[in-house]
């Protein structure tokens, strides 16, 4: 053997041997990374179960904001509580750099839950008026505390990638369409770090776990409560014309309305206007003196949900005169539970589709067309700062469930649905990967 050869073979060895030795090293950490990420995905399966059968009504949600909390304070996040009632703040800073707030609604329903789970909600609460009803999170805001505490963690536990302030807000009575107000009110953009974009996600009812979705521009509507009590002159079912019949004048309403939408509003745009209630007399022999009507009203522009507002309101006084009723019998017409439309920011729904592409994939990344829900994470973006700021929707329904659905074998059922129950643990996975790919797209990522 000479000198070459003997030479070529310890220099070959070396190399195998350093290899070795760096897969090794390379090991360590990626099978750490591995271990800590299984251990995060129990960690926050459990924080779920505990949200889901713990749900809290609007403007009461004492416990759920304290858990909140205290996961946030846990992971190095700077904690204030009772912001615009039972709010929750977490602030982290970490250099200079873009602010981002996350926003994570918390408030359940009062409904029975009715999906058979061994984890169902068995919770009760008092309403306002005082009277003990069940409390389930048929929204699924359970599963929107629980993405926001991962991404907390995540980006806790990856502070030296990022730079910038991240903003973390666990908001109340979203359902009541109270608490965002309520914390915008209470200082949320003057005592904390003011926000370069807004982030926020929703379940989806109809996307498969693993997707998400985006509508850039209009995503939901602006929504009005409209009540119409309706006055007449009673009397006997026998002697109508003795009367000013308010059923009828109810009827005369109801069907006028459509016209708001067929005929005053564009083809091009969107309007609804439901009458979900309708409510008068006793018996079967007596004309009533009074009806009631309840309207929900919903929009996307403001020109369009002021015309529906004004028309709904000429029309009711429209019908009483030309049935002949004197002035103090026409119609009273009030407003209420007022939600203005939410708006993507086009140029931040982008930036989102592109980050959230390249998270989870081109294929898992739907464009969307608005709905006529409501969300009061609107009021996030409407102060006189105009705020970028962009809500987007997460897959929560079983894979076979979604396919079997698309081939018509079976229905869906809805958010706010007692039968709703999201596939929790691929919809989690995919919250918190999808708010961290956001999140990191618009804070200043280290090289």
């Given amino acids: 053997m000479n000198l070459r050869s003997t030479t070529s073979i310890y220099w070959g060895l070396g190399c195998r041997l350093k290899a070795g030795l760096f897969c090794l090293l390379m090991m360590v950490p990626l099978e750490a990374s591995q271990a800590q990420d299984q251990s995060d995905k129990t960690y926050l399966q459990d924080l779920y179960l505990h949200l889901h059968q713990n749900p809290e009504l609007s403007f009461h949600e004492e416990q759920t904001s304290r858990r909140i909390a205290t996961e946030l304070r846990s992971v190095g996040y700077d904690v204030t509580e009772g912001v615009g009632g039972y ?122 776990a693993g997707q998400v979705g985006l509508a850039s521009g209009y995503a939901l509507a602006n929504v009005d409560s409209v009540d119409i009590a309706i006055k007449g002159v009673g009397g006997h079912g026998a002697y109508p014309h003795t009367t000013k019949d308010p059923v009828v004048l109810a009827s005369y309403i109801v069907v006028a309305l459509q016209t708001l939408v067929s005929r005053e509003t564009s083809p091009l745009e969107s309007g609804v206007v439901t009458v979900g209630s309708i409510h008068s007399g006793t018996k079967h022999n007596i004309i009533s003196n009074n009806a009631h009507l309840q309207l929900t009203v919903r929009s996307y522009t403001e020109e369009v949900r002021a015309n529906l507002l004004a028309g709904i309101k000429r029309i009711a006084l429209a019908q009483a005169q030309s049935m002949g009723l004197p002035e103090a019998l026409w119609p009273e017409v009030s407003y209420s539970e007022a939600t203005p439309a939410t708006y993507n920011d086009p140029q931040l729904s982008g930036r989102v589709k592109e980050a959230l592409s390249s998270t989870l994939g081109d294929d898992n990344v739907k464009t969307l067309s608005p709905v006529m829900g409501a969300e009061d994470f609107a009021y996030f973006g409407r102060t006189e700062d105009k705020i970028p700021s962009v809500i987007f929707w997460l897959g929560a329904v079983n894979t076979e469930k979604a396919a079997a659905a698309a081939r018509g074998e079976t229905v869906l059922s809805s958010l706010h649905s007692p039968f709703f129950a999201p596939d929790a643990a691929p919809t989690i996975e995919t919250g918190v990967n999808s708010l961290n790919g956001v999140v990191l797209e618009l804070l200043d990522v280290r090289e």
């Fill in 87 to 208: 709010g929750v703040v977490a602030v982290m800073k970490n250099g200079e750099g873009p602010t981002v707030l996350v926003r994570a609604d918390m408030d359940g329903l009062p409904v029975q839950e009715q999906t058979g789970l061994d984890y169902a909600s068995k919770a009760t609460g008092l309403n306002d008026s005082g009277k003990t009803v069940p409390v389930m999170h048929a929204c699924a805001h359970d599963i929107h505390m629980t993405s926001l505490v991962g991404l907390a963690r995540r980006l806790s536990a990856n502070r030296d990638t990022w730079n910038g302030t991240v903003v973390l807000v666990g908001q109340p009575a979203e359902e009541r369409v109270g608490g965002a107000k309520a914390m915008i009110e209470d200082g949320l953009f003057d005592k904390f770090p003011k926000p370069d974009y807004n982030i926020a996600l929703h379940t989806s009812a109809s996307l498969p």
